[in-house]
């Protein structure tokens, strides 16, 4: 099946500091990726949408001046934490969205997630 | 808008057991994707299966059937022949075109299976 991988797998920095993390597609082009954030045993809940050649689309409340979503490439979306905070402590998951075997509708990939600590 | 429900927090089966998960949905856009991912503790999402809402029939892979309840709005994730390794978070999830007219996904809020020997 697809992947998507996802660099680094856990990161742990100083408050204050910007932190970058890399979402890829392995073996196909995506247009479109999407950052999800996780809080400790609940769902996920979309931040972003990253288009490649654009810049990528907020959900409401999500301030981006703080999350920075760069895709540069058709298999590479980062998204860059500045002046990360402890509240910014959370299980950060990228997905890949693909179309299916017979065209016409899509499903998403998602890669193995990121976990940041900020002290 | 679109909301994603699942009733069930856990749920527990003993392996080779078939469990249903629930999944019900709502939406007033006639087109729309449902999915179920499995979670397990290592945090990385793995799609399970499809169904679009003009399919007819019920989408089945390997062990996972989706039994799909259009008039009732529900998305039922059903597993056959429990086996420990299905233990995990599952996530029932729509897509649909947000108001910035990208196709994404909302999900529920998850159940825990527990699969027992």
């Known amino acids: 099946g697809a992947v998507v991988s996802q660099h680094p797998s856990r990161v742990i920095c100083k408050s204050g500091t910007s932190v970058k993390i890399e979402c890829r597609s392995l073996d196909f082009q995506a247009t479109t990726m999407f950052w999800y954030r996780q809080f400790p045993k609940q769902s996920l809940m979309l931040m972003a949408t990253s288009n490649e050649g654009s810049k990528a689309t907020y959900e409401q409340g999500v301030e981006k001046d703080k999350f920075l979503i760069n895709h540069a490439s058709l298999t590479l979306s980062t998204l860059t934490v500045t002046s990360a905070h402890p509240e910014d402590s959370s299980f950060y998951i990228c997905?890949?969205?693909?179309?299916?075997?017979?065209?016409?509708?899509?499903?998403?990939?998602f890669g193995p997630g990121t976990r940041l600590t900020v002290l | 808008a679109q909301k994603i429900t699942q009733t069930q927090p856990g749920m527990f089966v003993q392996e080779k057991e078939a469990v249903t998960l629930d999944c019900t949905y709502d939406t007033s856009d006639p087109s729309y994707g449902l999915f179920w991912y499995k979670q397990p503790s290592s945090g990385e999402m793995i799609f399970l299966i499809y169904?679009?809402?003009?399919?007819?029939q019920n989408a089945t892979e390997g062990r996972y059937s989706l039994n799909f309840q259009k008039a009732r709005k529900s998305a039922n994730l059903v597993i056959s022949a429990s086996q420990l390794g299905d233990s995990a978070m599952y996530f029932c999830?729509?897509?649909?075109?947000?108001?910035?007219?990208?196709?994404?996904?909302?999900f529920g809020k998850g159940t825990m299976l527990l699969v027992s020997p």
């Open positions: 169904q679009g809402s003009y399919d007819q």
């Open positions: 997905s890949a969205r693909r179309l299916m075997t017979g065209g016409g509708t899509d499903t998403q990939y």
């Open positions: 999830a729509m897509r649909f075109t947000s108001g910035s007219g990208y196709s994404t996904l909302t």
